[in-house]
């Protein structure tokens, strides 16, 4: 491992730094799950994740709740299951209703098959012993269980690594300025399979791929600026990138009537 990618995932695993600032509303999160209302095709993935649970029945568990948006639309679907909502940052489950509880995906505080599911959406790559969770998670499912992940690909939102990029150099005055920080690599949905088949031993990857498509700049400004918690992570002045970024979009959509983003995320649905 590198020291860039030793730093790297100690800035994205960092607990103190989940809890006390990127995750401690939900402001941040709520600003990147809304760039998505402007892709196509639109995907409904609470809809999605409700679909796959159609034929469980009893206690679904979501590690890494965060603002309860799959908690919500489940409980509209389907009041018959026991939902419990878990999450390392109280600050972010704050605005969750129903049962809750802080809680770490190492050490759930769950009696062994006490779940018959258990959903780990866009979290695991937060996780510092990511295989460690993975066995969480098959502990506290019942044998005929399922366990559902996502995650985006190594490959999602290249336009928005090349706009940091090009606006971080523009601000330090070297061409092309350093990689921003990445989320999701450490658990990307090509990398996921692995991890989740030493417990399971099927693991279904449904991609979603899809294009944003903005004609205004203020939707991915807003997006990219939720990485706020990471800024010492950049080696570059990240609000004067930001507004740098905010000035090459404009001058895009003037030019060409819209910016596009090309997304790849995907959910994983894992039975034994």
């Known amino acids: 491992m590198t020291e860039l990618s030793a730093a790297h995932d100690a800035a994205v695993t960092d607990r103190g730094r989940l809890a006390g600032s990127a995750y401690s509303s939900d402001r941040d999160l709520a600003a990147r799950q809304s760039l998505y209302q402007w892709q196509t095709p639109r995907y409904d993935l609470p809809g999605i ?26 409980r509209r679907d389907r009041p018959d299951l026991t939902l419990l909502g878990l999450d390392i940052a109280p600050g972010i ?40 969770a993975v066995r969480e998670l098959s502990r506290v499912v019942a044998r005929d269980g399922l366990v559902i992940a996502s995650t985006n690909s190594d490959r999602d939102k290249a336009e928005l690594d090349d706009l940091w990029q090009r606006a971080a150099g523009d ?5 092309r300025g350093p990689a921003r920080i990445s989320l999701s690599a450490r658990f990307s949905l090509e990398k996921a399979p692995a991890f989740l088949g030493e417990e399971f031993g099927r693991v279904e990857t449904i991609e979603l791929p899809g294009t944003i498509t903005v004609g205004d700049a203020e939707p991915v400004v807003a997006h990219m600026a939720s990485y706020q918690a990471w800024a010492d992570q950049h080696d570059v002045p990240f609000e004067a990138t930001i507004e740098r970024a ?24 894992c039975r034994r």
């Open 49 to 74: 994740v409700a679909e796959q649970l159609r034929g469980v029945n009893g206690c679904v568990v979501d590690v890494g709740c965060g603002n309860g948006k799959f908690i919500q639309r489940l």
């Open 93 to 132: 489950l704050a605005g969750v209703h129903g049962l809750v509880a802080v809680a770490d995906a190492t050490r759930l505080p769950l009696a062994t098959q006490s779940a018959d599911a258990a959903l780990a959406l866009h979290m695991l790559y937060h996780v510092p012993d990511i295989p460690q």
């Open 171 to 175: 601000v330090l005055g070297t061409g």
């Open 246 to 269: 905010r000035t090459i979009l404009d001058e895009h959509i003037a030019r060409h009537g819209a910016f596009e983003i090309h997304c790849r995320g995907g959910i994983l649905v």
